[in-house]
């Protein structure tokens, strides 16, 4: 009897665990586990920087694609006649309308100077505000612009207490209702689109965007850009015979580069209505000259980066439609 008791028992020890073997599988288990949730954790933090990312950006992306947008509908009906109706000689390329590409905050543009370049043209946008008169018309024009701006954001209604209303860089966008287009009227040379005043809206379609560069190009060309100095007015030397090619004439495309830093960024160096000097300083000069583009957006990179700040770039090359380029 003590003898198949015996057995018994060796029999339940060798089926058992020792205490040594379960207190390996816990150590096993336990390290399994805390793998997992380092795992888990990188992968979560991984997520929310890029949702971060994502979301910081999101306003710069929307208003590039509506500056993208709106761009490639740019028209100028130019039509060809006699360079002088009384003694006409040769026929010349004329229009009633414009294009202009220039420094933003200065020659007359709105907007903060050392920023890039403003941009103005007409566009069949279809934006009326007497609705009841106009709102049924097609193919109405309306002069707009885009450029960027150190401001306020001009849609904050200054009654409502308790929003925050910091200064930004900001896209700033200009539409003048159809029924306001002074385009056809006498006057100078920037008028057109400076001169409307309250007729026009202007309001903020992106913040924190810091530059805005616009290339007027023609592919078909090497090198491919029109204008050694970025600006273009379809007006300058209109008049003259033989016209340059810029008379007149939408540009093939547009090769625009857009700069834009996140709102944590823009936070850390907010000072009021004074510019931040990290921007200021990393602008200064950038954009001017045509054949120093890519060292001028290098150089700008460096100087973002050096200062911590994090910024993404965006950038498009924009058809024109409507353009009939000839030389």
Request: aromatic share 8%; charged share 15%; proline share 6%.
């Amino acid at each position: 009897m003590h003898r198949l008791e015996n057995r018994s028992y060796r029999r339940r020890a060798e089926r058992s665990f020792t205490l040594i073997e379960m207190l390996t599988a816990v150590t096993i288990g336990v390290l399994i586990v805390v793998i997992l949730l380092g795992m888990i954790g990188q992968v979560s933090s991984v997520y929310r920087r890029s949702t971060g990312k994502i979301e910081a950006f999101q306003s710069a992306r929307v208003g590039f694609d509506l500056l993208v947008r709106n761009l490639s509908q740019a028209t100028l009906n130019t039509y060809l006649d006699y360079d002088n109706d009384a003694a006409p000689t040769t026929y010349l390329r004329k229009s009633e309308l414009r294009f202009m590409i220039l420094p933003s905050g200065s020659g007359g543009a709105p907007g903060t100077v050392n920023t890039g370049e403003a941009v103005f043209f007409q566009a069949p946008l279809h934006y009326v505000v007497d609705t009841a008169d106009y709102g049924g018309t097609d193919s109405l024009l309306n002069v707009c612009g885009y450029y960027v701006s150190f401001t306020t954001n001009s849609t904050v209604p200054p009654h409502v207490s308790g929003i925050s209303n910091p200064y930004r860089y900001r896209l700033m966008q200009m539409l003048v209702p159809a029924e306001n287009n002074t385009i056809y009227a006498s006057g100078g040379a920037t008028t057109w689109f400076t001169g409307t005043g309250p007729l026009a809206d202007v309001t903020p379609v992106a913040d924190n965007v810091i530059a805005l560069v616009i290339r007027p190009q023609d592919p078909a060309s090497t090198p491919p850009d029109v204008t050694t100095d970025y600006t273009d007015d379809t007006q300058l030397g209109a008049t003259n015979s033989p016209q340059p090619a810029t008379a007149n004439q939408l540009p093939p495309v547009l090769q625009l580069t857009l700069v834009a830093i996140d709102e944590a960024s823009a936070k850390r160096l907010e000072n009021g209505s004074n510019q931040p000097a990290a921007i200021t300083s990393a602008l200064n000069g950038k954009f001017q000259t045509v054949a120093d583009y890519q060292t001028d957006l290098d150089s700008l990179q460096t100087a973002l980066t050096a200062a911590h700040l994090q910024y993404r770039v965006f950038s498009s090359t924009v058809p024109l439609r409507e353009s009939k380029w000839t030389k």
